[in-house]
């Protein structure tokens, strides 16, 4: 496998991959919403063969393994073993009717897919490239003609509460703290369309378009699961992750604390906006 990522390998691959495994319902559930509106853009039809690109614990590759159907083909990729795990353990336990899939731990960016696909999609996992302009160039080549790319990721951290409400909470703990680099890989690596365009364009693909989705996030259904996924599954996570314990707990409770006073004991639901990208090769 290749070490162009291997910052990001090493990252999945150990705690935090782990946990993302762990907890791998909470994850499906918050993003119910917004995978939602991914299917419908997608439109996948029987038989077609489909990438699954930072597949992660498997949750968008069932979904497209039942849609195809038997006569279509999955093929799921991730860095991370921990998810994948996760993936084949979930496929093994689908009613009969679906796609087969093949769970591949490899680097979108590089890897030499051996089958050319009729459609390409991503939930969040294609901002974590070290190259994207290789990423999506070997994305391009790995599609038939007349092939189609759909993907989702996030807008600016200023349109998305589900972040910006527990970080600016928790930044007085964290005075230190640097601010995210917009070229690096990361989250926010596509919040400007004007950042993205101009690669999808230079590796091949037409008829690009960006469309702003907005939706209610549920986080956790009481104050305190929500509090965890967001410090721990977050991108406020990776602020915390080298902390002191006693700084992670004084985190935890004034997240816990702001979200109880606006939620109650009850779902904690915020605010979330993203990019729903298409492209045809």
């Keep these: 496998m290749s070490t162009l990522n291997q910052d990001q390998s090493d990252y999945w691959n150990g705690e935090v991959g782990q946990r993302w495994a762990a907890h791998h319902e909470a994850l499906d559930t918050a993003f119910a919403p917004f995978t939602e509106v991914l299917f419908a853009r997608a439109a ?8 699954d690109i930072g597949c992660g614990a498997g949750d968008t590759a069932l979904i497209a393994a039942r849609q195809v159907g038997s006569g279509g083909h999955v093929t799921a990729a991730d860095l991370s073993e921990p998810l994948l ?12 009717g679906a796609a087969p899939i093949d769970w591949v731990r490899a680097d979108a960016q590089d890897h030499a897919f051996g089958t050319r696909f009729d459609h390409a999609l991503s939930r969040f996992g294609v901002m974590f490239f070290e190259d994207s302009a290789a990423a999506f160039a070997n994305i391009r080549r790995s599609l038939v003609a007349d092939g189609r790319l759909s993907f989702l990721c996030w807008r600016s951290m200023a349109e998305n509460a589900w972040v910006t409400l527990a970080r600016d909470a928790v930044l007085p703990l964290l005075p230190e703290a640097e601010a995210p680099q917009p070229d690096a890989p990361g989250p926010f690596r596509f919040a400007a369309p004007e950042t993205l365009l101009p690669i999808l364009e230079a590796a091949g693909f037409r008829t690009i378009a960006c469309e702003p989705v907005d939706r209610l996030m549920r986080v956790g259904e009481m104050p305190e699961a929500a509090a965890d996924f967001v410090a721990t599954r977050g991108p406020i996570a990776r602020l915390l992750r080298e902390r002191e314990p006693a700084v992670k707990e004084a985190a935890f409770k004034i997240i816990t604390e702001l979200f109880t006073h606006r939620f109650g ?17």
């Design 85 to 96: 795990a996760v993936g084949r353990e979930r496929a093994a336990r689908e009613e009969p």
């Design 265 to 281: 004991s009850g779902p904690v639901e915020l605010g979330a906006a993203c990019w729903l990208v298409t492209a045809r090769t």
């Design 44 to 51: 996948l039809t029987p038989g077609d063969r489909v990438l």
